[in-house]
């Protein structure tokens, strides 16, 4: 029996059939010091599963409903690189299972399983991770909390922006610390999708089976809507409605008429993918487009638009009417505390320190604002008056002086230069950079290294 200070390694089984899996599961692993955390029927739950509870080592069958083995480790070998990736495999998938060679497999297991085969792997494996085990678990940390504050910070900012009106100073800064690139003055539509069944749930379901049902829709629209440059989405956690929020320009012309087919065309494409899914969404998905709005303080109001398109002809003017209330909302108001201009000025030095020792993680106005013991409103417009720079404009400007010093000087990769400024998501630090230098990272350090060969 392994006690939990024994445990060392954690590890994931996937198969769909039932026998194998138990078989796995009760096999003795008490001399390699793994415990099995789970066992999943397919890659979905392994997905979920792993969100929550990240492993060691991932055992995987190939041929599974809804998400197949090859996917499921492809997805792995992004989210956590470190996790060691076995592949269960009958002997007609072989060859098939040898394209996870790609994925970094670590190696494969014939069905029916040879358990001292099995268990000379797994010593092999545990070695390996052994090895890694003192930088691997510092820097997994590291990852799985910037990544779980970012994921947190862009889910709460992607909420409120659907849902309220916001100032242009909130949609600035909580933008920025959630990875979002916004511009406030810019064309943007809202698509909604929700089920038919909305507001209940698809089907009588338990809460975990629900909650692999919002989890795979959020899977789902990260790869085939924000992945390729759309935009963003949220997925209601209770109700399972998805609003996407549509930045892309290409789907935005000026006639509202061709952005909506536009917009149609993608959506379609998406509930197409949606298909392979039918075991797992027990009803049918449909969709809404609000109207093409001018401004990021008015992407609520597409929003809302979109969902009366739900709703009964007589009912839609009512909730037009309430978006359009809601417009005007925001107030905010507190008292400036009483700061001498000397005292100002120290503590606009203390939150540069600040910047200075953490611009590497994603850093909050709040966290800084509680640092100094000032309310943030009032921060920002301290920094502003005696800087003349938005703090948010100060801190971007700290990281690109940084990642560009790093591009130039060094051979770190792109998305690791990204981590390193603080930046979780590669695809944001990119856009962030180029729109900052009117360069990609790749151009400004190609650029950078023809000018010193050239000066040499």
Not at 26 to 54: H, R, W
Not at 225 to 241: N, S
């Amino acid at each position: 029996m392994i006690t939990g200070l024994e445990k060392r390694f954690t590890m994931l089984i996937v198969d769909d059939e039932y026998e194998i899996r138990e078989g796995l599961r009760k096999a003795d692993y008490g001399s390699f010091q793994i415990e099995v955390v789970a066992i999943c029927e397919n890659g979905i739950e392994a997905l979920k599963a792993m969100a929550q509870t990240p492993v060691d080592i991932l055992l995987t069958d190939i041929k599974m409903p809804l998400m197949d083995g090859l996917e499921l480790i492809s997805k792995v070998s992004v989210l956590y690189p470190f996790t060691k990736k076995i592949v269960l495999s009958g002997y007609g998938d072989f060859e098939y299972a040898k394209k996870g060679i790609a994925f970094g497999v670590l190696d494969y297991l014939l069905k029916p399983l040879d358990f001292e085969e099995y268990f000379r792997l797994l010593h092999k494996t545990t070695t390996m991770l052994n090895e890694e085990r003192e930088l691997q678990l510092k820097q997994a940390s590291l990852e799985r909390k910037a990544k779980l504050t970012a994921h947190m910070l862009r889910t709460k900012f992607l909420a409120e922006l659907l849902q309220r009106s916001l100032s242009e100073e909130m949609i600035e800064l909580d933008s920025a610390a959630a990875e979002v690139l916004l511009e406030v003055e810019a064309p943007y539509s809202v698509c909604v999708l929700r089920f038919q069944s909305y507001p209940t749930r698809s089907k009588p379901a338990s809460d975990a089976e629900w909650q692999l049902v919002v989890f795979a829709l959020d899977n789902l629209l990260h790869d085939y809507w924000d992945d390729p440059g759309f935009g963003y989405h949220y997925v209601d956690p209770v109700t399972a409605q998805c609003a996407l929020i549509v930045t892309e320009a290409a789907l935005l012309p000026a006639v509202q008429a061709e952005a909506e087919e536009a917009i149609k065309t993608e959506l379609e494409r998406i509930l197409r993918a949606f298909k392979r899914f039918r075991g797992l969404f027990q009803s049918h998905l449909q969709y809404r487009i609000g109207p093409v709005v001018g401004r990021a303080t008015e992407i609520h109001h597409s929003c809302l638009m979109a969902e009366a398109g739900f709703a009964a002809a007589e009912s839609s003017a009512s909730v037009a009417s309430t978006a359009t209330d809601a417009a005007g909302s925001e107030v905010q108001s507190g008292d400036d505390p009483d700061v001498s201009h000397a005292n100002g000025r120290r503590l606009v030095h203390e939150v540069k320190a600040f910047i200075a020792g953490h611009y590497d993680r994603t850093i909050t106005l709040d966290e800084v604002a509680q640092h100094v013991h000032l309310n943030a409103s009032y921060l920002s417009h301290l920094f502003k008056e005696l800087t003349g720079m938005k703090y948010i404009e100060y801190l971007t400007e700290y990281r690109m002086d940084k990642a560009k010093s790093l591009l130039a000087d060094t051979n770190w990769k792109v998305y690791e230069v990204g981590e390193m400024v603080g930046y979780e998501n590669p695809r944001y630090f990119t856009l962030i950079f180029k729109k900052y230098t009117g360069q990609s990272p790749l151009e400004y350090r190609n650029a950078h290294y023809n000018t010193a060969s050239k000066d040499g």
